[in-house]
């Protein structure tokens, strides 16, 4: 079993997919991760979901490095 299989995809407690957490950091070239979710909406509650989404955004923004 792969490490991946059981990574959340979205932050549950905001119903937002990563993708969109993605998808604002390209198009605003924001990439603070504490920034990017106050503006999103997301990670703001029980937090369960910034280990995951810190290693989707850095695997997945052009350029490397969420600032944590
Ligand atoms: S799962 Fe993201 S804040 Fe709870």
Known sequence: MSASCCRMTR???HEAPFSEVLDY??????????RLCALVGCGQTCTAC???????????LATAGVAA
Do not use: M, S, V, W
């Open 50 to 60: 910034h280990g995951d989404l810190k290693e989707y955004l850095e695997e997945n």
């Open 11 to 13: 932050c549950e407690c």
């Open 25 to 34: 950091a390209e198009r605003t070239g924001i990439e603070d991760f504490d």
